[in-house]
């Protein structure tokens, strides 16, 4: 998937700290086309320990209507320091990560448009070439923010293929 974030004085839903939802085995590849030396963006994470941490703190899957900036006050509730890994990357470098499994949010750009090339790998319930007749245009992207075990059988399900146009 590719994204494009403009410079923008308000942050909202993957500029804000979340963890996706989905298998555990979700990994997500993030690719930036433009530097970011030239947009003024980013990316931040914290590692899986501090993410578990601010869970406990009561900070874990929050909806995206009450996803937060600032994890500090969790943080000094858990009882931990409050830092953030942030990147720098060239064009065309990037990295990957676990998104159910650790904090993380986008950093908005401050010069330019940020261009990102999303690659999202998971576990799949059903041979790739039956998903692929099967999900229609957008359905993983529909489900990704409210993915439940209840998605399993769906995906798997026996009532025909569903054609791509």
Known sequence: MYTRAHPYPEADESFLWHRDRGPDAFVNIMVYLNGTDEHGGGTQLLDADTTEKLARAGYAYPEVADREGDLSEYAAKAGIPFEPAHFTVAPGEGFI???????HRGQLPTRAPRHVLFINLMPSPCPWRQGYRRWTKGYMEAVAGNWTQSHMPLLAGDDGPTVIG
Do not use: A, E, G
């Open 97 to 103: 990560f676990r998104p159910t499994r650790v904090l």
